[in-house]
């Protein structure tokens, strides 16, 4: 599977949109881009995943660029509930295992 | 929906002990997965099961790790004899049929081994 890269950290102040980034230039055609985060001390929660369209859900909207070799992940209000991980997983069809990288923290601020 | 149940939470024993963490997967999923999260290494996937299977144990560190998928409903991890170094934050994951159908985790099961 692709590699993703994140920035290692980010703040955003609460009631703001975060937009949290993810490169994957390697990506290929058959290949999902999966977002989980992480609050501390609970597992990892899924929030959103996409091929090549745009995708909006109750948690977030996740943006993909034309060429698929980056995206966006968008929380638009965000609150304190908020602060945790988020990994970005480049996941190809069918193959069952997602590889965790470093991930970026997100820090709400009231 | 319950969720995926993991136990215990938190588990503290001394070296050399054996060690059997739990999971109960959400109903009707049918792959389950087993990972490891440490400050050093991340989260790393241990095992994975299909319909309960063993499909890819490449991630197992070493034959002191097992685990056993005897039902749909139930799958364990054992370590034996135990280690100070295998002290982390062991988490299982069911994921339902589809194969791009998200995987749902438990709140994991802290182990310290001393």
């Known amino acids: 599977d692709a590699k993703t890269t994140q920035p290692t950290s980010m703040d955003c102040a609460e009631g703001r949109a975060a937009n949290l980034p993810c490169n994957h230039s390697?990506?290929?055609?058959?290949?999902?881009v999966y977002w989980y985060r992480q609050i501390h001390s609970q597992g990892p929660q899924y929030i959103i995943h996409?091929?090549?369209n745009n995708e909006t859900n109750e948690m977030a909207s996740l943006i993909i660029t034309e060429d698929r070799k980056s995206s966006t992940l968008i929380l638009p209000h965000a609150t304190l509930r908020d602060t945790a991980v988020y990994y970005c997983?480049?996941?190809?069809?069918?193959?069952?295992?997602?590889?965790f990288g470093t991930g970026t923290r997100l820090t709400i601020i009231p | 929906d319950a969720g995926v149940i993991q136990s215990p939470r938190h588990e503290v024993t001394e070296m050399g002990q054996e060690v059997t963490l739990r999971c109960k997967p959400i109903s009707g999923h049918n792959s389950l997965f087993w990972y490891r999260q440490t400050m050093m290494r991340g989260l790393e996937l241990l095992i994975y099961?299909?319909?309960?299977?063993?499909?890819?144990d490449s991630g197992m560190p070493e034959d002191r790790f097992s685990a056993k998928m005897p039902n749909a409903s139930f799958s364990t991890l054992k370590i034996q004899p135990s280690e100070p170094r295998d002290s982390a934050v062991y988490f299982c994951a069911s994921r339902g049929t589809g194969a791009i159908q998200p995987q749902h985790f438990g709140d994991g099961t802290r182990l310290s081994i001393l």
């Open positions: 996409g091929l090549k």
């Open positions: 997983i480049v996941c190809s069809f069918g193959n069952e295992k997602l590889t």
């Open positions: 099961f299909n319909n309960n299977v063993p499909i890819d």
């Open positions: 390697t990506i290929s055609g058959n290949e999902y």
